[in-house]
């Protein structure tokens, strides 16, 4: 959709609206975010876009905040150190709360949910192969998997290896091969054709793994649609859940078969989380999606631009979850858009538990019969191959718990 088409769409969805007018919304000064005292101060942040009130609206007049917005009479969500987030209910659509939820921040590998979004539908998880020297030219230091060049692997053992341990070795394979002729570009170029499909108009993808590169950037808002849209799946439910998983020995380069597990924390310590994704460079500070499930109600919760202070990100989102439970089914102060539509006029249907989300692709927008969104699993952040008894942790180390980094330093690209 152009954007003069956007914007004449989302002024329409303004006016009729059942939430807070626009110019309350203007007008009100932005209500702060509960938060810790901040850390010291990290690396300067990336200038950001500059703000689009058209974008800024998507999902309703409330969520065009850069502070805090959730439904009158509730309880104040728990202190975060996210610079934003967003909480949303799965299943209606329904935004429950958010800080920021418009506003720009880099994505570090959170960034693998397009990916998978975008790529999943386009790869057969039986096929098998083969991993090139280029797809092992990730920055030295960041997380990967530890495939080796001229190794045959399923396809669906690449998905496993993007989830669970975040490989940046497996995201540039998965871009290479759903890119077509123009390859790891190609696969790329597909990422934000999907996010603008999916409605996702403040995230542009510069590497497949999320490593930073220039202009990449997301939204909390974003974020949750893209989780939405791929949580449609049965394979990416499956995959995002999936505590441990083998990589396959490969004779010919004498490499062992080792085993990897989930980074995602919330699935050992979280009754009734259903998945998610950890994230972190420098830059991007720590980022984190997490899907959990109670009473039968399912909620995503997205965070960007974190610090661990006295949580990790797990535990952040962790947090926001249990307050988003505590809230009445009718609570919202925004939508999740559907895929295809720039609107916020109406919440979009429900997801299915089973089958993936309709939607017509980008190439083939006069097509009648829906077309499956891209969904996928997430790629979890990357390591080396190593015995499982000598696998590095990282991260603060105030924390006992095992903390592991996408990224030791920002990617210089």
């Not at 609570?331 to 559907?338: D, E, R």
């Not at 979009?348 to 996928?376: D, E, L, N, Q, S």
């Amino acid at each position: 959709m152009r954007a003069s088409a956007l914007s004449v769409a989302v002024a329409a969805a303004l006016l009729t609206t059942p939430l807070v007018p626009v110019a309350d919304a203007q007008a009100a000064a932005p209500v702060r975010c509960p938060r810790p005292a901040p850390p010291a101060p990290g690396p300067t942040p990336a200038a950001a876009p500059s703000p689009d009130p058209v974008q800024r609206a998507i999902g309703g007049p409330r969520l065009a905040t850069s502070g805090l917005v959730v439904p009158p009479g509730v309880p104040t969500p728990p202190k975060v150190a996210a610079t934003s987030w967003l909480v949303a209910d799965l299943d209606t659509g329904e935004v429950l709360g958010g800080c920021g939820p418009h506003e720009y921040a880099t994505p570090a590998s959170v960034q693998k949910l397009l990916l998978a979004a975008t790529m999943l539908p386009r790869l057969d998880p039986t096929d098998v192969v083969t991993i090139t020297a280029g797809d092992l030219d990730i920055e030295p230091g960041s997380s990967a998997v530890g495939l080796v060049a001229g190794g045959r692997y399923r396809v669906e053992t690449l998905w496993l290896g993007l989830l669970l341990r975040s490989g940046n070795e497996v995201a540039n394979a998965l871009a290479r091969l759903g890119g077509g002729a123009d390859g790891m570009a190609g696969g790329v170029r597909a990422m934000n054709e999907q996010a603008k499909l999916l409605g996702a108009h403040q995230t542009h993808a510069a590497t497949p793994s999320g490593l930073d590169g220039p202009g990449q950037f997301t939204s909390a808002y974003d974020l949750a649609l893209i989780t939405r849209a791929c949580f449609g799946d049965a394979r990416f439910r499956r995959y995002v859940a999936t505590r441990e998983a083998t990589i396959p020995a490969q004779p010919r380069q004498r490499a062992k078969g080792f085993t990897i597990d989930n980074d995602n924390q919330l699935l050992y310590h979280y009754p009734g989380a259903l998945g998610g994704k950890t994230g972190y460079t420098d830059l991007a500070r720590h980022t984190y999606v997490g899907i959990a499930e109670r009473n039968g109600r399912r909620l995503v919760v997205t965070l960007l631009g974190a610090d661990v202070i006295d949580k990790r990100g797990w535990q952040q989102g962790a947090a926001l979850l249990d307050w988003g439970f505590e809230l009445p089914s009718a609570a919202s102060v925004g939508v999740l858009v559907s895929p295809g539509s720039a609107t916020a006029s109406a919440p979009p249907a429900a997801v299915p538990r089973g089958r993936c989300r309709a939607a017509r692709p980008a190439r083939r927008p006069r097509r009648r019969r829906p077309w499956p969104v891209a969904c996928g699993r997430p790629p979890d952040r990357p390591r080396r191959r190593v015995d499982a008894s000598r696998r590095r942790s990282g991260g603060p180390p105030a924390l006992a718990a095992p903390y592991r980094r996408d990224a030791r330093r920002p990617a210089v690209r």
